[in-house]
T-cell receptor, first 114, second 112 residues
Framework: DAGVTQSPTHLIKTRGQQVTLRCSPK?????VSWYQQALGQGPQFIFQ???????QRGNFPDRFSGHQFPNYSSELNVNALLLGDSALYLC?????????????FGSGTQLSVL | GNSVTQMEGPVTLSEEAFLTINCTYT??????LFWYVQYPGEGLQLLLK?????DKGSNKGFEATYRKETTSFHLEKGSVQVSDSAVYFC???????????FGAGTTVTVRA
């Protein structure tokens, strides 16, 4: 049983570009959350998707957007990249009815903005 | 708003030593409390959790007790192994919230 898979594992972009990160949840999970983890910091909540809708959003600008597909996979899009967007982006999925009580994390996408 | 404060690292211990990582929190109501662990090259994994005051979470020899009076959830292990080397994160979830709020993480290195 595959866990949460994220792609790509590493990405290098330049300021002003746009990026799309992808996440496939663990089998049987219907909720996907995205977190940003800056170097030496704890993960910061970006948003959570459930039933293809954004259910809750953290304190991130509108440049950060997402999508959830009918198969529960998800994308995180970041427009107009800034140097400060360089971070590890983590996707987490959770089983039905558990919200954030049982999060299963992927290994992340390391984004570097030059 | 919610916040979690963890003991700063890094922490370096010898095998079989006692480990304590302090965690205190600020939240309204009665949050659920968690410890997550991040082993080198891997994603975050739930280590243990507690959902109400005086609950004790335990897993893999680690324990933490939800102390409402001191707003704390300190992680302890009586005898660490080299394989316990990792980054440990304390986190909370408020009632009716779908997000986790994490501390900054504590890096633990156990030497043989």
């Amino acid at each position: 049983d595959a866990g949460v898979t994220q792609s790509p594992t590493h990405l290098i972009k330049t300021r002003g570009q746009q990026v799309t990160l992808r996440c496939s949840p663990k089998s049987g999970h219907d909720t996907v959350s995205w977190y940003q983890q800056a170097l030496g910091q704890g993960p910061q909540f970006i948003f959570q998707y459930y039933e293809e809708e954004e259910r809750q959003r953290g304190n991130f600008p509108d440049r950060f957007s997402g999508h959830q597909f009918p198969n529960y996979s998800s994308e995180l899009n970041v427009n107009a990249l800034l140097l400060g967007d360089s971070a590890l982006y983590l996707c987490a999925s959770s089983p039905p009815g558990t919200g954030a009580e049982k999060l299963f994390f992927g290994s992340g996408t390391q984004l570097s903005v030059l | 708003g919610n916040s979690v404060t963890q003991m700063e690292g890094p922490v370096t211990l010898s095998e079989e030593a006692f480990l304590t990582i302090n965690c205190t929190y600020t939240a309204t109501g009665y949050p659920s409390l968690f410890w997550y662990v991040q082993y080198p090259g891997e994603g975050l994994q739930l280590l243990l959790k507690a959902t109400k005051a005086d609950d004790k979470g335990s897993n893999k020899g680690f324990e933490a007790t939800y102390r409402k009076e001191t707003t704390s959830f300190h992680l302890e292990k009586g005898s660490v192994q080299v394989s316990d080397s990792a980054v440990y994160f304390c986190a909370l979830r408020s009632v009716l919230d779908y997000k986790l709020s994490f501390g900054a993480g504590t890096t633990v290195t156990v030497r043989a």
